[in-house]
């Protein structure tokens, strides 16, 4: 069964209407007691880094996580801060991540965007695949999804880049490192293609 984490940030209805409409369980966790039969997990973001990391620290399921994903190798998809906080830190804020997979989130140059406003980068936008892996199978790159952000997450493993776009440069729009992936764009928001990946993930 998929569990939403319900932390308190992030598009969670989005995502259970997609699992609904796919007729693949699920369920809210929104605490240690929630993870009963869940045997993978969603972790959803909107919003700033030092908040979301602060309320899954006073959400209590860290340790749980922590245990799921890095002892356990329960499969995890993040999204865009939900994949963001997976990282050791961000230049958006001073709180230490999960460091889930390595790699440090930066901000976008917006010097090299002659365009106003220049962030945050908000539409939809084409993805490259650094790596074949099941969960993009059957996407259409051109079409790509839908992103909103400021920030990116700059990879220390080449081999955990498992996307990239192009936006003030070319970025790391997805990481994947054995079971845990994280994805900067939003899934849940990007139509045909989001709802693919999500039955992508369902089915790994
Ligand atoms: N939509 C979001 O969650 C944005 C994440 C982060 N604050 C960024 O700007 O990149």
Not at 87 to 99: F, T
């Amino acid at each position: 069964m998929i569990g939403i984490i319900d932390y308190g940030l992030g598009n969670i209805s989005a995502f259970a209407n997609i699992f609904k409409q796919l007729n693949i369980p699920f369920k809210q966790v929104k605490n240690i007691n929630d993870f009963e039969s869940v045997t993978k997990l969603i972790l959803p973001g909107v919003g700033a880094f030092d908040y979301a990391m602060q309320l899954l620290n006073d959400s209590g399921m860290r340790e749980k996580l922590d245990h799921l994903i890095l002892s356990e190798k329960v499969p995890v998809l993040g999204v865009c801060v939900g994949m963001q906080i997976m990282a050791n830190s961000s230049e958006e804020g001073s709180v230490p991540g999960l460091g889930w997979i390595g790699g440090k989130v930066k901000k976008i140059d917006a010097s090299k965007l002659n365009h106003k406003p220049t962030i945050p980068h908000m539409g939809w936008n084409q993805v490259r695949a650094k790596k074949d892996v099941d969960i993009f199978s059957g996407i259409d790159y051109e079409q790509g999804f839908y992103f909103l952000h400021s920030y990116y997450f700059d990879a220390d493993n080449p081999q955990d880049v498992l996307a990239v776009s192009e936006y003030a440069g070319e970025f790391v729009c997805a990481v994947h490192k054995e079971n845990i992936y994280g994805f900067q764009f939003h899934p849940e928001k990007s139509l045909l293609n989001g709802v693919l990946l999500l039955k992508n993930f369902a089915n790994l």
